[in-house]
Nanobody, 117 residues
Framework: QVQLVESGGGLVQAGGSLRLSCVAS????????MGWYRQAPGKQREFVAD???????NYADSVKGRFTISRDNAKNTVYLQLNSLKPEDTAVYYC???????????WGRGTQVTVSS
């Protein structure tokens, strides 16, 4: 079992920035991919970005060049830096820990990001 706790969401104007954090309840040094997904009202949850335990990132096209994912394995934490925010980035952002040995995903409860125009 892995518990994930997200933080850092909030209300920001278009063009602004936020930094999301997700702390895992166990070591994240190996055999996992940590990622961020988001779900806007009335829409399906969508992939935003993820990063392997070795530090290789992957991004959705809609956020490339604006968002940056990183991880600190010593702190069991993954971050998502959100820059140049747009109103369409408004959503609940969820952290995911995927155990690559058993290919099972764990989810956090989410943090709300609201971007005003």
């Amino acid at each position: 079992q892995v518990q994930l706790v997200e933080s850092g969401g909030g209300l920001v104007q278009a063009g602004g920035s936020l930094r999301l954090s997700c702390v895992a309840s166990r070591s994240i040094f190996s055999d996992n991919v940590m990622g961020w997904y988001r779900q806007a009202p009335g829409k399906q949850r969508e992939f935003v970005a993820d990063i392997t335990s070795g530090g290789r990132p992957n991004y959705a096209d809609s956020v490339k060049g604006r968002f940056t994912i990183s991880r600190d394995n010593a702190k069991n934490t993954v971050y998502l830096q959100l820059n140049s925010l747009k109103p369409e980035d408004t959503a609940v952002y969820y952290c995911q820990f995927r155990d690559t040995v058993i290919n099972y995903p764990y989810w956090g409860r989410g943090t709300q990001v609201t971007v005003s125009s």
